[in-house]
């Protein structure tokens, strides 16, 4: 990948180390691509943490929504920082982390989703769903009631929802206190001051993009305070955090000689093990699914062979029965022809003629239906008078024919004189 493209990673990136990304803007097609090619890359240099900077002022909640969920599906452990604001749909980008941080100054806005035209049904039943898509995310992050996400969705009469600053997120049970990074008073009242003189989300996030630049040249390395320092390199967990003192402690090292790891180990060690292991854990999980898929896919085509193999023996078993029954009219068909045929050939000949009607019936039969039956040829020699006087000829004694030619020779008058002796 071209890595120098990237717009969105913020410093070098090491394996087991956490890892910057801000996401900065308005929320559109564009943006959120990018932002998310950019993770999945962070994702693939297994760093220990991926921490993402949010100054958002919303935008598009379908676009939004795929950014939301490269963030939540990660296999790393992630953090979101509301560095100025998370406005609309940033506060949905900012609430897709194990852990959802802000700075002292930050702000926050959430509401329900609108389009900007919604004449028909169609787009209201559009935005109804997103309503209870964004709800649910609220509800199960901050561990909020319906009724209080409703209420802050919905806002104060004639208000577009809620906005919070740290302290009132706090107080509105959002975050807890510790998750809130402490700044300069100075920082803070800037802030405030400036604030009080814009309106428009698109100036506001303008603004708070400044600030967040000024603080980090101000501090470039955002060690705000001990606080700071110590959310930062907690170790994300799905029910509680491990702070710092517990890193230390016995059963941290029985963690860390676990995982086969030397007596001289570094916590970042750790943590860049167990994220390897848990990114394993995520590939091996993947590869079961695949055998699984694997299995039912190679079940379905034994049982597909199974039924040809049973269509084989039952196409083979007819075809047997048909091959008997052709085999038993042709022999009928052959005798019965030569039934026929027994006053037009010999006897003796109807074992060859037999033999010839097996390799070609056919033929046979029209040959047979071609010789004329004796009784026929006796007819005819009787019926024709040179076959008359042919036959009566062949019926002349020898005596008979002798005579003929002795009369022929010396007459019929001549007669033999007897001679005495």
Known sequence: MDTSQFKNIVGELCAGEPATIRFYGKITEETATRFNNEFDYI??????????????????VLHGMSTYATIQNSKIPTECVNEGMAASMGSILWAAGNRSLMRDYSILMIHNPFLPSDKDSEASDMVSAFTRQIKTIYRKRFGLSDAHIESIMNG??????TFFDSES?????IIPHDNVLITTPQLRDKVRVELSALENMSDIQTMMCRISAEASALEPDRKLSSQTESIFNQTITHDDEMS????TSAEYSAVAATLGMKD???????????SELLSVEGKFKEREKELSNAQTVIAGKDATIANLQTNLTEATASLKTYQE???TEKMARIENMLEKAKGKIP?????TWRKLAIENPDLVESTLEGIPAVEQISKEIAGDPANVKAAAEATKTAEEKMAETVSAVVGE???FKKIDG
């Open 43 to 60: 994702e693939s240099c297994r760093p220990s943490l991926i921490r993402v900077l949010i100054n958002c002022e919303g935008g598009s």
């Open 156 to 161: 104060l009469a004639g208000k577009d929802g």
């Open 169 to 173: 997120a706090v107080k509105a049970g």
């Open 244 to 247: 710092t003192e517990t890193k």
């Open 264 to 274: 001289d180990f570094q916590p970042k060690d750790v943590m860049a093990r167990i």
């Open 325 to 327: 029954k052709e085999a």
């Open 347 to 351: 006897e003796k000949d109807i074992p």
């Open 413 to 415: 008058s001549f007669k």
